[in-house]
T-cell receptor, first 116, second 109 residues
Framework: NAGVMQNPRHLVRRRGQEARLRCSPMKGHSHVYWYRQLPEEGLKFMVYLQKENIIDESGMPKERFSAEFPKEGPSILRIQQVVRGDSAAYFC??????????????FGPGTRLTVL | QKEVEQNSGPLSVPEGAIASLNCTYSDRGSQSFFWYRQYSGKSPELIMSIYSNGDKEDGRFTAQLNKASQYVSLLIRDSQPSDSATYLCAVPDDNRLAFGKGNQVVVIP
């Protein structure tokens, strides 16, 4: 299966703990995007990364949230000191590139984060 | 920041009928448009991309783009219960996709 992979699919954390969400892009894709979807709300962009570079993090909260896409391994979205408001579905998407495919983005299955 | 509007409320259609969904966007310079389907509790799935004015057909789905009026629509012909989902319209906005809030479609057997 060459689709976008995310793990874990479900993650439960207590307030104050850290959450680490992982995403492996589709084979052949080098662009990774993270989106958040709150219950009954739309998808909101968080961050766009290429290998070893954060290209656009304008949608990500300045505090407690960080993202990386190392040379080797998956992209990671990290949320420190989680609060109940962080409970949401976090989706990763990947694309082949802005010019090559008109920014068609393919989504992974998501990680559903629940903060107790 | 580009805005994408999907204003219709939930749409109920009888099985076999045509479901029609509309989406308007704010940036006249937008060049590509996408429709995603999202089943409850699942991730968005790309079902249609359209780049040129006019119609694009793929199976039972037809996307219609009118750049002058800044709207893109999705028609689902011969609607099936399996089409019951939320349909999201999306437009590239710099390095991201800007999504509408979605239209829920319920196909009644």
């Amino acid at each position: 299966n060459a689709g976008v992979m995310q793990n874990p699919r479900h993650l439960v954390r207590r307030r104050g703990q850290e959450a680490r969400l992982r995403c492996s892009p589709m084979k052949g894709h080098s662009h990774v995007y993270w989106y958040r979807q709150l219950p009954e709300e739309g998808l909101k962009f968080m961050v766009y990364l290429q290998k070893e570079n954060i290209i656009d993090e304008s949608g990500m909260p300045k505090e407690r949230f960080s993202a990386e896409f190392p040379k080797e391994g998956p992209s990671i979205l990290r949320i420190q000191q989680v609060v109940r408001g962080d409970s949401a579905a976090y989706f990763c998407a990947s694309s082949a590139g802005l010019g090559a495919s008109y920014n068609e983005q393919f989504f992974g299955p998501g990680t559903r984060l629940t903060v107790l | 920041q580009k805005e994408v509007e999907q204003n219709s409320g939930p749409l109920s259609v009888p099985e076999g009928a045509i479901a029609s969904l509309n989406c308007t966007y704010s940036d006249r310079g937008s060049q590509s448009f996408f429709w995603y389907r999202q089943y409850s509790g699942k991730s968005p799935e790309l079902i249609m991309s359209i780049y040129s004015n006019g119609d694009k057909e793929d199976g039972r789905f037809t996307a219609q783009l009118n750049k002058a009026s800044q709207y893109v629509s999705l028609l689902i012909r011969d609607s099936q219960p399996s089409d019951s989902a939320t349909y999201l319209c999306a437009v590239p906005d710099d390095n991201r996709l800007a999504f509408g809030k979605g239209n829920q479609v319920v196909v009644i057997p």
